[in-house]
């Protein structure tokens, strides 16, 4: 239910700033004015806008299909205690994420980023933290791969395109939300971790 929520919340907020140009540019993140102007609200609006409609559709669509059962499982955990963890995870994901750029682009004014990749990327390896053994498709390939696995090469490839600089995409967002998102629950209970390395074992057994 509060995945629904978050996901209904930023979609209302992205179309809204879809039609304000001058609501989107002052909920993103631009690391000057946060540290320099103190607008320190950025580091967390930025993550319920987004650059255009099929950047907010891949990922709601992201955190409508992890977000779902990563919640329920928190709850089947934790109790209801669960729902306040999954929007702890989600929102502080959105600020941690942003950390590594808000130091990189502290003096550069024009640097602007949106989205909630970094948050979704959390997520997704919260989900992978609990779930190390379960089958992740993408780019429409039927043939899937163990979540584990998956984790590597994503972190591999977000590392690589980070150091590339390449492209628009907030690649060091995605890294450092994913690391935040596989740690986040063993804050909570640091055993978890056990029953991931055992499940990653008996697939090499």
Do not use: C
């Amino acid at each position: 239910m509060i995945n629904l929520i978050l996901i209904a919340i930023t979609v209302i907020i992205s179309i809204y700033s879809f039609q304000r140009q001058d609501v989107f540019y002052r909920l993103s993140f631009n690391a000057y004015a946060v540290v320099h102007q103190r607008q320190w609200y950025r580091v967390l609006t930025y993550g319920f806008i987004h650059a255009n409609w099929m950047h907010l559709f891949i990922n709601m669509f992201v955190l409508w299909t992890f977000g779902e059962l990563l919640e329920d499982t928190y709850v089947y955990f934790f109790d209801q205690k669960g729902h306040m963890m999954y929007v702890l995870l989600y929102l502080t994901a959105i600020v941690i994420s942003t950390m590594f750029d808000l130091k990189q682009y502290k003096d550069n004014y024009n640097y602007h980023a949106v989205g909630a990749s970094g948050a979704t990327s959390a997520v997704v390896f919260a989900f992978i933290m609990l779930y190390p053994m379960q089958k992740i498709y993408f780019f429409f390939i039927p043939i899937g791969i163990p979540a584990f696995i998956f984790a590597i090469l994503f972190l591999i490839y977000s590392m690589y395109m980070a150091k590339k600089n390449m492209d628009n995409i907030g690649h060091t967002a995605h890294f450092y939300g994913a690391v935040y998102g596989f740690f986040f629950v063993l804050l909570f209970d640091y055993k978890l971790i056990i029953r991931f390395f055992l499940q990653v074992v008996e697939f090499f057994s």
